[in-house]
T-cell receptor, first 116, second 109 residues
């Protein structure tokens, strides 16, 4: 049973470029959340996708956008990259439903993005 | 604003007991999670508390006091593999997870 998989594992981009990160949720999960984690900090919530729609969004600018596909996989897109976007980007999957908020998140190993 | 406070770093000895505290001020409360994150790896679920009291799970226990906005994670019989960051996260009134910065736990032989 595959867990959450993310690609690529590492990425180096220059300022102003655009990047797309990918995530496949754990089998049986239908909800994908994206987080940004700076070094030495806790994860910061970017947004959550369920039924191919953005359901919740954290305090991130419109440069951060996403998509969820019918097979529940998801992409995170970041436009006009800034140096401050350098971080570990984590994808987490869960199962929506009654009491979903108390379902533990299953995280992927993340994509380490470096913007130079 | 919403705030979760945890100590930045703690050091303990192999075989000992350590308590990692977490205090929170959030808009509403729908539960509190503890996650473990080894360096360079994904966070993994440890515990979830929504009612006051102590939840025990093997060597790890988690305590919650909603009236005090306080939780702790208790690790017993510490092993070297317990060296990791421990993240406290609260589900707020919008059912969003608000994360603390994490506590880096260093275990010494």
């Amino acid at each position: 049973d595959a867990g959450v998989t993310q690609s690529p594992t590492h990425l180096i981009k220059t300022r102003g470029q655009q990047v797309t990160l990918r995530c496949s949720p754990k089998s049986g999960h239908d909800t994908v959340s994206w987080y940004q984690q700076a070094l030495g900090q806790g994860p910061q919530f970017i947004f959550q996708y369920y039924e191919e729609e953005e359901r919740q969004r954290g305090n991130f600018p419109d440069r951060f956008s996403g998509h969820q596909f019918p097979n529940y996989s998801s992409e995170l897109n970041v436009n006009a990259l800034l140096l401050g976007d350098s971080a570990l980007y984590l994808c987490a999957s869960s199962r929506m439903g009654q009491g979903h908020y108390n379902s533990p998140l299953h995280f992927g190993n993340g994509t380490r993005l470096t913007v130079t | 604003g919403q705030n979760i406070d945890q100590p930045t770093e703690m050091t303990a000895t192999e075989g000992a007991i350590v308590q990692i505290n977490c205090t929170y001020q959030t808009s509403g409360f729908n539960g509190l999670f503890w996650y473990q994150q080894h360096a360079g790896e994904a966070p993994t679920f440890l515990s979830y508390n929504v009612l006051d009291g102590l939840e025990e799970k093997g060597r790890f226990s988690s305590f919650l006091s909603r009236s005090k906005g306080y939780s702790y994670l208790l690790l017993k019989e510490l092993q070297m593999k317990d060296s990791a960051s421990y993240l406290c996260a609260v589900v707020d009134s919008n059912y969003q997870l608000i994360w603390g910065a994490g506590t880096k736990l260093i275990i010494k032989p």
